[in-house]
């Protein structure tokens, strides 16, 4: 998932000064939801392969993994909420006549 998301054309914020503060806003928003995407995927694979690895190991760090691996399930759902915000936007921008 981490290397479709860094395959991902991301928004120009340079290119997006000359346009309309709500376009400028848009424009943050994707850049941000697609950069906290790659994030939390980097943190989640360490976790995961730590845990993969250390499989016996219920140490401190350990335990350190599993809540992180925990903390990671709300954090993906606010990521899927906001990606759909974010797309059900775009596609009302698309369908409108004038945005």
């Avoid at 941000?32 to 401190?60: G, P």
């Amino acid at each position: 998932m981490f290397l479709v998301l860094f395959m991902v054309e991301k928004p120009d914020l340079d290119k997006t000064m000359s346009l309309t503060p709500e376009c400028q806003i848009e424009a943050e928003k994707w850049d941000f939801i697609i950069k906290f995407c790659n994030t939390t995927h980097i943190v989640q694979l360490v976790a995961n392969s730590y845990r993969e690895i250390f499989n016996a190991q219920t140490d401190m760090f350990g335990q350190f993994m599993r809540l992180v691996e925990v903390a990671c399930i709300p954090i993906y759902v606010y990521q899927i909420l906001f990606s759909i915000e974010l797309l059900s936007v775009a596609v009302i921008r698309l369908q409108t006549l004038n945005p």
